[in-house]
């Protein structure tokens, strides 16, 4: 069956549409919420799916610019999909995603980008897994550096509003080097990243906000809450960090020393790291950690020939794959890259895979040889699995620190 999809046009069609995911996380659709969280989300960004004149399902793409390796590109952070439980399996998401990607690729986005709730459901749409993440637990007595810490730097509590003008600078000289990381507008950081829905605390107090300064200059931050607790007259309180952010080397240490250091906290947790944050060389029993790792970023190549055409390359060498694309088939055949450009080409293939496989090695987060190992991709020639991973490879693990 399809249904009916078009952009919304007005708040109260995008709260509709908002609201096909929103009833899954038990939310009261109000009108404050839904401003607020419009203006980050064009009301024409948000698909809305009807039958009869009622809205059934939703889907939405925020207009990110996402970091990759050597630049950046405009990427469609695919949002808030859902089909109320009354039309569930009947062909309202495919629909969705129809429409959803159609726009993409006419807008000229490349790329497209979420984070899925379930991994079964949007492989068949051409997204692959392309990064982890990593959550850890770090016990009090296991906090410990190898090396002693210099402190250059002092780290102030701050205010939302001070935070609002000194966090974007630090998030803005980072995200840049880091494959996977987002551009923020102001309203993201006002109304998402700084905004504190006491909804949202699970069990925690407000956020804190955390400045790290040297000679004047803002090199890193922390948010954060406390979970108090005292059992039997002793301290069992938790300090949950939101996102930590600095620059790579000293300010990173110096932030995760403050974090890891607050009085009363016995255990400090954080999810969403890189599978190669630094707290792996800095702790001096990284395993008490204990990072459990989960699937990040899925990317979706939405124009193969720009998306690979986008993204620098470690060294020189040609490849052609040749691409399925059951859904987009406009990417489906033989592209070459050389020089870091891709074409279509009617030269024999080294590798066969889906594009999916594409997505996966996009950020620097799987290469082609797990792919082929996995039975994701297929080497045609010999050596060609090897031959791609030099051409891909990258300097560090794909971070994105945000589920959106
Ligand atoms: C997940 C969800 C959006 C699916 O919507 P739907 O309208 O029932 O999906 P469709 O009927 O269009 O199914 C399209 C295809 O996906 C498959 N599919 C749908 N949901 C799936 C799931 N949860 N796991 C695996 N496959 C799934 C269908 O079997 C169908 O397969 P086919 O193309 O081989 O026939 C819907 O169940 C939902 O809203 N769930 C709760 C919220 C949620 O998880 N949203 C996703 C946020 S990332």
Redesign the pocket.
């Known amino acids: 069956m399809s249904f009916d999809v078009a952009p919304c046009s007005n708040l109260a069609e995008f709260s509709d549409a908002v609201f096909?995911?929103g009833q899954?996380f038990g939310m009261e659709p109000t009108e404050e919420r839904m401003e607020r969280f419009s203006r980050n989300l064009p009301f024409e960004r948000m698909h809305a799916a009807r039958e009869d004149g009622m809205t059934v399902?939703g889907a939405g793409a925020f207009p990110f610019e996402m970091t990759i390796p050597g630049g950046v590109v405009p990427t469609a952070g695919v949002t808030v999909?859902?089909?109320f439980p009354t039309?569930?399996?009947?062909?309202?998401?495919?629909s969705l995603m129809r429409a959803q990607l159609d726009d993409v690729h006419k807008r000229g986005e490349p790329v497209a980008a979420?984070?899925?709730?379930?991994e079964?459901?949007y492989g068949?749409f051409g997204y692959g897994m392309a990064s982890l993440n990593g959550s850890v637990t770090v016990p009090r007595e296991g906090s410990a550096f190898a090396q002693p810490l210099e402190p250059a730097g002092r780290v102030r509590l701050v205010e939302a509003a001070e935070a609002l003008e000194l966090f974007p600078q630090v998030w803005d000289a980072v995200r840049r080097a880091i494959p996977g990381m987002l551009g923020r507008s102001r309203d993201w950081w006002e109304h998402r990243i700084l905004f504190d829905s006491p909804e949202n605390r699970q069990g925690g107090g407000p956020k804190r906000l955390a400045l790290l300064e040297t000679d004047g200059r803002a090199e890193g931050y922390a948010i954060y809450r406390h979970k108090f607790a005292f059992r039997e007259g002793e301290p069992d309180s938790e300090l949950a960090v939101v996102e930590a952010v600095a620059l790579d080397g000293r300010p990173t240490a110096e932030i995760w020393r403050f974090l890891l250091d607050v009085d009363w906290m016995v255990r400090t947790t954080a999810g969403l790291l890189p599978v190669d944050h630094q707290l792996w060389q800095l702790l001096a029993t990284p395993r008490r950690m204990k990072m459990r790792l989960g699937d990040g970023l899925w990317v979706r190549l939405v124009d193969v020939g720009a998306a690979l055409s986008a993204r620098a390359y470690a060294a020189d060498g040609a490849v052609v794959f040749d691409v399925r694309d059951a859904f987009c088939p406009w990417n489906e055949g033989r592209w070459k890259l050389e020089g870091g450009t891709a074409e279509r080409t009617d030269a024999d293939a080294d590798l066969a895979c889906d594009v999916t496989a594409l997505g996966a090695t996009y950020l620097g987060g799987f290469t082609w040889a797990e792919l082929v190992r996995g039975g994701r991709a297929e080497e045609l020639t010999d050596g060609a699995a090897a031959r791609a991973d030099a051409i891909f490879g990258t300097w560090r693990a794909p971070w994105c620190p945000e589920i959106f």
């Open positions: 096909a995911i899954y399902g999909v859902g089909t039309h569930r399996r009947r062909g309202v998401l495919r979420l984070w899925a709730s379930e079964t459901i068949r």
